[in-house]
């Protein structure tokens, strides 16, 4: 099968070796790229052409709407962009094989990103930046002011070589807290309405139905469910001190039927009291990131039961917003950023407060020292250096991936020396200069599947592929693939 690479040379797909497809790939990425831009610039220009000074003659979204985002009588054209002429988007999706909406949708995301982020329509020009992920930037950000534009675009812009969702929607979020804290209270409103509980049984005769199996989906408070899901990993790990041979997930699905029966509950919890540590959990694991904590004694959880739990959550508050606060007249504008949650009303965080016994420990100067340079003559790092090397990266530093770093194993880069039996391992092997958060799925692409990485001395990482291919990763920036 033959098929023609940018410089119009042709090709033969099936001849390719798994290295010379990756090649092909990032080829047929750019020509995207470039076409993209095309159709981008093309709907510039047929704004160009159609704009007008005039707002009576303004095209607006009519019978198109956007959803809650927009009125029928919005124009096309947000806050801080040039206005088209009204009757022009029929043509225009329909020379696109697209209906009038989502020609009228490509028009408005285009006069968005050329004029609330020039930063990012730069890139897009560059082909820096897919422009799909520039028309999801504008997409989500319909509703927010010119300044808080600005602020995302800046944001997003320093990145080397484009962002994730997952980074987006972080950006977005504090742009919010920023610029429309008066959003953030309405954004609970609407989440809350959509609590809720299910329960899912196969449907019989599926490729996958077992009369056994059935699936739960809830939706809810963010504390109560977290205080949930730590009775069910008490619970999982008091199964396995008691003899229970399935895994650490399939305990914690068990957990929640036992935990619907109180007086069973407190029996399993009672019987685990004196029993051994359970050998499953792996100290690594994300499911056991929370292991080197202290844990309560079974009796005191069982006892617990009849009280609200601790839930200890990180909270960043800007202390002169807090000092300044009038209790009267509007806690819902003062906001902080809970770790891994992301911005939340001081309103919230009192309601959490005082309803559901959580402990909230404000983090407004870190005391964790991110120059430490100590070593540890232990394989597994002590908490501050765990903690100290969180913070450092953020996320997961394989390219382009965003997994939270606490959800990931601390890796050490160059793997760890556990001697033999005739020698002792090689001191001040565990430092943090030496450590990495790296998911699951990526350690195993280093240890199994061919992928190298090292720490460059200016705090970013280089990442060999099995094929011979680098990319740099930098934890404020992103990921820069060098071919």
Known sequence: MLDVDSRSQPYEVSTLTAAGVLDHLRDTEHKRRAADRSTLRLALQYCRVHQVADVEEAATWGDHERGSAA??????????????????????????????????????????????????????????????????????????????????????????????????????????????????????????????????????????????????????????????????????????KLGDTDTFEQRKSKAIGIIADPDELLALLERAENAPEDPEVDSTSEESATKARPRPKSARVAGSLRKPGRINLNLNLNAADLAALDAETGEHHVVGEVEKLGPITLAKIREWLTTSGATITPVINRPIDLN????????????????????????????????????????????????????????????????????????????????????????????????????????????????
Request: charged letters at 25%; proline letters at 7%.
């Open 71 to 240: 009125e029928c009588d919005d124009r096309l054209g947000n806050e801080g962009t040039p206005m088209i002429r009204a009757g022009v988007a029929p043509a225009f999706g329909a020379a696109l094989g697209v209906s009038t909406g989502s020609g009228m949708r490509l028009l408005s995301n285009a006069l968005d990103i050329k004029y609330r982020f020039p930063l990012i329509h730069a890139q897009v020009e560059e082909l820096r930046v897919q422009l799909w992920k520039a028309r999801q930037v504008a997409e989500l950000t319909w509703n927010l002011s010119v300044e808080a534009c600005a602020f995302i675009d800046s944001e997003l812009a320093s990145r080397a070589q484009g962002f994730g969702m997952v980074t987006l929607e972080r950006k977005i979020a504090i742009a919010i807290a920023k610029f429309h804290p008066e959003l953030l209270p309405d954004a609970e409103d609407v989440a809350k309405a959509g609590w809720d509980v299910k329960l899912d049984h196969p449907q019989p005769g599926g490729p996958a139905a077992t009369a056994s199996t059935s699936d739960i989906r809830a939706t809810g408070d963010t504390l109560g469910f977290t205080r949930f899901y730590e009775l069910v990993r008490t619970v999982a790990t008091a199964m396995g």
């Open 372 to 483: 430490r340079t100590e070593a540890r003559d232990l394989h597994d790092p002590p908490g501050w250096m765990r903690e100290q090397v969180i913070l450092r990266d953020k996320h997961c530093v394989f390219p382009w991936c965003e997994r939270d770093a606490r959800s990931c194993d601390l890796d050490h880069i160059e793997p760890y020396d556990h001697g033999d039996e005739h020698t002792r391992p090689p001191p001040g092997q565990t430092r943090a200069d030496g450590l990495a958060p790296v998911c699951r799925t990526h350690h195993l692409c280093k240890t199994f599947y061919g992928w190298s990485y090292r720490r460059l001395p200016d705090g970013s990482y280089r990442w060999k592929d099995p094929h011979g291919h680098i990319y740099i990763v930098d934890p404020e920036t992103g990921t820069t693939d060098l071919g």
